[in-house]
């Protein structure tokens, strides 16, 4: 079990567990109050749809899953917490899913390409493309987002060059964050927000580094991150 401030999450029925990863995600994807629905696609444990119903008052989250033990274990941490009557949770390949639009879709994706799966199935499925290649992916998204909907998703750095590649078919950069682990270490993730109207002042690009040293985490990761963490 995973402790938040306002919320916990069970994670033993999961391949993918609580990362850094999801928690950038969850905490620095822009919610509007006009926001009314959202999708969580690869919701694995529930943790980005449980962060997004945390920063709203409204909106309803949809946790999306093609594997059914995450989808059940995500239920369970939805209804453990003080927003389980907004989460919805569906398994679904989201290449078959069709319940938009949505306001704002996240995802935390697989991202290996061509590397040597993983014996366990369903890490495999959670961290490889096979089961989701980005071009499925932002498919998907083209299909499900609101005319003025925002997508955001986390990758690896040079995944996320590719990636940014592929979607300019049809959405627009709107904001990158490059994540540095170190203030001396190259970017680990990019953290990205598309969507479908160009804007002259955009895109906005920032970098955010997590530590100086171990556990001596920035002013600005905590303050990313303080209304989740309990250590913060």
Known sequence: MFRFKQFSVGQDRCAMKVGTDGVLLGAWTPVRD??????????????????????????????LDVDPDCVGQARENANASPWGHRIGTVCSPVQEFGDGPFDLIVSNPPFYDNSLPSPDAARTTARHTASLPFVDLLDAVDRLLAPDGRF??????????RFRMLAA??????????????????VR??????????????????????????????????ALTSDFYLKF
């Open 34 to 63: 006009a926001d009314r629905r959202g999708l969580d696609v690869g919701t694995g444990t529930g943790l980005i749809a449980l962060m997004l119903a945390q920063r709203t008052t409204a909106a309803r989250i949809t946790a």
């Open 152 to 161: 955001a998703v986390i990758l690896p750095a040079e995944e996320a060059r």
């Open 169 to 186: 078919r049809s959405l627009w950069l709107t904001a990158r964050t490059d994540v540095r682990t170190t203030p001396h270490s190259g």
């Open 189 to 222: 993730r990019s953290l990205m927000l598309f969507g479908r109207q160009p804007s002259e002042c955009f895109p906005q690009t920032a970098v955010l580094t997590v530590q100086t040293a171990p556990e001596c985490f920035t002013p600005e990761y905590r």
